[in-house]
């Protein structure tokens, strides 16, 4: 019991490092006690020497005084593994040398032999979608630092071409890919951007016309305001592994002996997830919505009437798709 306690209050004085002003009912809800042991905690933590502020009101709450600061030895040597793990998994995926330096900085601080133990290790090399990624994102950090507008072309999942003027904001990695969270001029609001889309990428120089305060709040503010799309899918009970693979977030609604249906929501105008149901439309059935299922059979008629064509000479010695995606024989 002592013990948790005393990781209880590491965990609240933590908790009000990284933040300005925290309320007693949102401390309580966060670690899963009454707001009364909150205050008795307060105490506690005085007691320790760690000077605790309180503000009255509605807006009222706990805080630490600016000037206490944080001893290495609040941390302990699993923790250090964690941030260097997490900042090693960074750098396999993202090329940056501040990164690499800050590693070097944890393994100074870290206890002597932390390293050796190493229960956790992040490859993240899927970051990496090429080389014009890694230079956008170059370009766009220093915009950030400077808190300067740039420019660029942009290709929206419509395939429509248009110039955008924005104040970079915030990158992020989300959706298996790399997007930019902007102020845009054009459109007068907060847009995502996906890198992949981006071309002729110029820092303009100019500063922001506004301050925009903290763009991680901002972020979720604004998060992902596409239209979606609940598909039902009914697919063989063997397939379920693929479809749990491919659709990580879908949730099982019925599964018997053979078959099994699922669900899952997805952007409505994003084209991977349209993509794997193509290539697994031998296999499984969309059931809903009915709107898709037309553009399914669209699709499928538009690659016939492609292949359908063809002189047969010109396809042999073509490979030939059995239903296996890894085993591709020779016609």
Same mark, same amino acid.
């Given at each position: 019991?002592?013990?948790?306690?005393?990781?209880?209050l590491?965990?609240?004085?933590?908790?009000?490092?990284?933040?300005?002003?925290?309320?007693?009912r949102?401390?309580?809800?966060k670690?899963?006690?009454?707001?009364?042991?909150?205050? #008795?905690?307060?105490e506690?933590?005085?007691?320790?020497?760690?000077?605790?502020?309180s503000?009255?009101?509605?807006?009222?709450?706990?805080?630490?005084?600016? *000037?206490?600061k944080?001893? &290495?030895?609040?941390?302990?040597?699993?923790?250090? =593994?964690?941030?260097?793990a997490?900042?090693?998994?960074?750098? *396999?995926?993202? =090329?940056?040398?501040? /990164?690499?330096?800050?590693?070097?900085?944890?393994?100074?601080?870290?206890?002597?032999?932390s390293?050796?133990?190493?229960?956790?290790?992040l490859?993240?090399?899927?970051? &990496?979608?090429? *080389?014009?990624?890694?230079?956008?994102?170059?370009?766009?950090e220093?915009?950030? +630092?400077?808190?300067?507008?740039?420019?660029f072309?942009?290709? =929206?999942?419509?395939?429509?071409?248009?110039? #955008?003027s924005?104040?970079?904001?915030l990158?992020?990695?989300?959706?298996?890919?790399?997007?930019?969270?902007?102020?845009?001029?054009?459109?007068?609001?907060?847009?995502?951007?996906?890198?992949?889309?981006?071309?002729?990428?110029?820092n303009?120089?100019?500063?922001?016309?506004?301050?925009?305060?903290?763009a991680? #709040?901002?972020l979720?503010?604004?998060q992902?305001?596409?239209? =979606?799309?609940?598909?039902?899918?009914?697919?063989?009970?063997d397939?379920?592994?693929?479809?749990?693979? /491919?659709?990580?977030k879908? +949730?099982? @609604?019925?599964? #018997?002996?053979?078959?099994?249906?699922m669900?899952?929501?997805?952007?409505?105008?994003?084209?991977?997830?349209f993509?794997?149901? @193509?290539?697994?439309?031998?296999?499984?059935?969309?059931?809903e919505?009915?709107?898709?299922?037309? &553009?399914?059979?669209?699709?499928?008629r538009?690659?016939?009437?492609?292949y359908?064509?063809?002189?047969?000479?010109?396809?042999?010695?073509?490979?030939?798709?059995?239903?296996?995606?890894?085993?591709? +024989?020779?016609?």
């Amino acid at each position: 019991m002592k013990k948790m306690k005393i990781n209880r209050l590491l965990g609240i004085v933590v908790y009000l490092l990284n933040r300005e002003v925290v309320s007693a009912r949102t401390l309580a809800e966060k670690f899963e006690v009454s707001p009364r042991t909150i205050q #008795r905690d307060m105490e506690s933590i005085g007691l320790a020497g760690i000077p605790i502020g309180s503000i009255q009101g509605v807006n009222g709450g706990y805080y630490i005084l600016d *000037s206490f600061k944080m001893n &290495r030895q609040l941390l302990q040597p699993e923790d250090y =593994n964690y941030i260097v793990a997490a900042l090693r998994g960074l750098i *396999s995926g993202y =090329n940056s040398r501040r /990164a690499e330096e800050t590693v070097e900085k944890m393994l100074s601080l870290s206890p002597e032999g932390s390293e050796a133990v190493q229960p956790l290790q992040l490859d993240l090399e899927v970051l &990496r979608e090429g *080389s014009g990624t890694v230079q956008y994102i170059e370009i766009i950090e220093e915009a950030i +630092r400077q808190k300067c507008t740039i420019q660029f072309q942009y290709t =929206n999942a419509r395939q429509t071409v248009s110039s #955008r003027s924005v104040e970079p904001l915030l990158l992020s990695y989300k959706w298996y890919a790399w997007y930019l969270f902007a102020y845009c001029r054009d459109r007068r609001d907060y847009r995502l951007f996906r890198l992949s889309r981006i071309r002729e990428i110029q820092n303009t120089g100019e500063a922001f016309a506004q301050d925009h305060g903290n763009a991680a #709040r901002l972020l979720a503010a604004h998060q992902d305001r596409r239209p =979606n799309i609940t598909v039902k899918l009914a697919c063989p009970a063997d397939r379920r592994v693929q479809l749990e693979e /491919a659709f990580p977030k879908a +949730r099982l @609604l019925d599964e #018997r002996c053979t078959e099994l249906v699922m669900e899952f929501t997805v952007p409505e105008e994003e084209s991977g997830w349209f993509a794997t149901l @193509l290539l697994l439309g031998g296999q499984c059935t969309v059931l809903e919505p009915e709107s898709l299922r037309l &553009r399914l059979q669209s699709h499928a008629r538009m690659i016939l009437q492609k292949y359908e064509g063809n002189d047969d000479r010109q396809l042999s010695g073509l490979p030939v798709y059995n239903g296996d995606i890894h085993t591709i +024989r020779r016609a």
